[in-house]
């Protein structure tokens, strides 16, 4: 929050409208902030005092600078929406907003990672109450601007360092990898398989962190062969799994950094008459809606996508009612959900 | 259309007559402040002088002053974002949105298929260019406020009769029915079942006509035992399956009304231990993303649901610039998607 001046943080404001807003508190018998929160369409206040104070906005005629005065608007901007579980996240923002009265506008890049100069623009000319990007990066003159306007960010799921300072939300993905690889080790497998995501992204990292972890410290040496950056799309876990299988010794186990990939393993299996989970056991992450139909039932890491939503539309408004939160970095604790697509190995 | 008058159905700024608050204040005995709260969606009115502004509005039209043009935003709302292919009408809509540069705001109205009154006052408030509402029924007196504000309304696949005035996509729901039930048929099956969603529906019923359809110019009697209402969710599907799959005579193929159903069957099947193909064909309707990495990969009829959003957009913007579309309800070709899901039935 270093990026945001003065006492109130999220709505650093000129002081062309305080005389009036002051003259209107006065009058409404509220406080000036009161008076603030409605002129900013800003939830918290109650229903009465609220009328009270449209009442003599009304009767005096008070128009606030068109130019500086949010919209009861969340930006909530995606990398993508090609992945399946941008719909969770959705629902997530959707459901603080709904409470707070706010209407979510959703931007797709078009698989870029940071926005362009024409999103900006319409973004500062739609004066949000907050920003919140996901899988995406702003530049640090896009953050820089709606830092200025006092537009809060919110980033879900960083995947790049320079972000490191804006408020985020996140899974505990290192613990997910842990406990993903730990249950196979459990079943008795030794030639456990990564296939992972690009590991430019801190969460592909990190679930490769607690893949590792895990056969450590089992003492279970890291085969270098068995580990495959791949990408995030069924495709990838498609080729990178039929690799695997071709291999001279190939893995008894895959554990896999998302759904998408563990789906195209499923049909990698498929294609080489490899039953699942008789002859390889299949680990996924994320718990997408539809991984407890898949064939066999999968079982995967649950990362919960709608509560990360949730959390990060709550910390955007926290941070835009000029609150100091105590954490600006949140880490959703990640969960194994074991079906049946993992079994002991055939040769243990 | 017929509930938006004048040459400019989609568009009534009231060109020749009342154009005013101050005229509509006068022919409604209100003042203008009143009216505008009306038309701005603000609370605090009387309900009875609240309907008599609004006949007022309906009567005579209303043109907003040049400052209240609409905002460079499209709404669109869902009934639920929890089916999948919320995603690819969001992407359709998102495509044309862009290109015209307007913002998405997306409502999801937590399976409610009627939006309260407090959506109807935020949309109101923040005058869009245009709504589109998806699965969704609005009410009589919240399609006629939007069309007393010069806001057009598209539906996405209605549910119900009473909007079929509207303008409004769909897909060639019949036909898909038809050519999916034709194929199995082709394939040699005789007992051919189909797992319905809710016949309140047309898009249902007009799945189901295809089916009988298809049946009956084979001469095959429509078996009524084969048809099942079911919920239009994975779990429908599995609970009709199952049942299905008790018969004493169970089917050699299954029609479903959407792929996620088909997943069910899939599921039921696993259970029973019946194999799809060999002892089973399954054919969908959607084509999800998801589908094609089913196991097997599922036969389903492609809905361009993509494409679906896109229109609705396109033809929102064509009523909001006051044009008369030629065709106010497009109904986009289905396709059947030929997989691994369907094959000859063993006995034939």
Not at 15 to 26: H, P, Q
Not at 61 to 67: F, S, W
Not at 158 to 174: C, D, I, K, R
Not at 237 to 245: E, M, P, T, V
């Amino acid at each position: 929050m270093t990026d945001m001046p003065g006492p109130k943080p999220g709505r650093a404001r000129g002081d062309a409208g305080v005389t009036t807003a002051a003259a209107i508190a006065r009058l409404a018998g509220v406080s000036v902030p009161t008076v603030s929160r409605v002129l900013n369409g800003k939830a918290g206040v109650a229903l009465a005092t609220r009328e009270r104070v449209e009442a003599v906005i009304r009767e005096h005629g008070y128009r606030r600078p068109e130019t500086e005065a949010p919209a009861a608007i969340v930006e909530l901007v995606f990398h993508a929406l090609e992945s399946l579980w941008a719909l969770e996240i959705i629902r997530g923002v959707e459901r603080v907003a709904r409470v707070n009265e706010l209407a979510v506008v959703l931007t797709e890049m078009e698989g870029r990672l940071t926005p362009g100069r024409a999103w900006t623009e319409q973004v500062l000319a739609r004066r949000p109450a907050g920003v919140i990007a996901v899988f995406s990066e702003l530049t640090v003159a896009q953050q820089s601007k709606l830092a200025s306007r006092g537009i809060p960010l919110v980033v879900l799921d960083p995947t790049g360092e320079p972000m490191h300072e804006t408020p985020s939300v996140g899974a505990a993905n290192w613990s997910g990898g842990l406990s993903a690889t730990r249950h196979l080790i459990e079943l008795g497998h030794r030639r456990i398989a990564m296939i992972n995501g690009p590991v430019v992204w801190p969460c592909c990292r990190a679930r490769l962190g607690g893949y590792r972890a895990a056969l450590e410290m089992a003492g279970i040496p890291v085969d270098p062969a068995l580990v495959r950056d791949s990408t995030l799309y069924v495709e990838g876990g498609l080729k990178d799994a039929a690799a695997l299988l071709a291999l001279p010794e190939p893995p008894t186990a895959v554990f896999t950094a998302n759904d998408l990939q563990a789906h195209g393993v499923y049909e990698a299996a498929r294609r080489a008459g490899v039953r699942i989970p008789q002859d390889l056991s299949v680990v996924g992450f994320d718990d997408l809606p539809f991984s407890q139909w898949a064939g066999p039932p999968m079982t995967t890491v649950r990362q919960p996508l709608e509560e990360m939503g949730a959390a990060a539309a709550e910390l955007m408004l926290a941070l835009g009612r000029g609150e100091q939160p105590r954490f600006t970095r949140l880490e959703l604790a990640t969960e194994l959900i074991v079906r049946q697509s993992t079994a002991p190995p055939r040769t243990a």
